[in-house]
């Protein structure tokens, strides 16, 4: 959850949003501990589109630039929010939460 704020606060410090090797570079410290922090950053990614909180826009051959969708929050209600939430995969370090 702490690497979904960051990125979402990454995101938010940057206006325009962030070109997807740009953001990793950027959030790529709090992956350390992690085997692959590529796989783990598209994880945490795909979590936060399936939500519905990022919008990404593709510019070219695998340039992609990710954005917050600044009326996500208007646009879910609570019970969808939730609803998604519990169907994300659960990290295998939280596997006690299921």
Not at 2 to 21: C, F, P
Not at 55 to 67: A, N, R, V, W, Y
Request: net charge negative; glycine share 6%.
């Amino acid at each position: 959850m702490e690497r979904q704020i960051t990125i979402l606060i990454t995101l938010l410090a940057n206006d325009d949003g962030l070109e997807l090797n740009a953001l990793f570079k950027r959030v790529k410290s709090y992956y350390g501990d992690l085997k692959s922090a590529w796989s783990g950053f598209a994880r945490d990614l795909n979590g936060l589109l399936d939500l519905g909180a990022l919008q990404f826009k593709e510019m070219g051959d695998d340039e992609f630039i990710l954005s917050v969708d600044l009326d996500w929050p208007t646009t879910i209600t609570e019970t969808d929010f939730y609803k998604k939430v519990n169907a994300l995969p659960k990290a295998k370090t939280h596997s006690f939460l299921k």
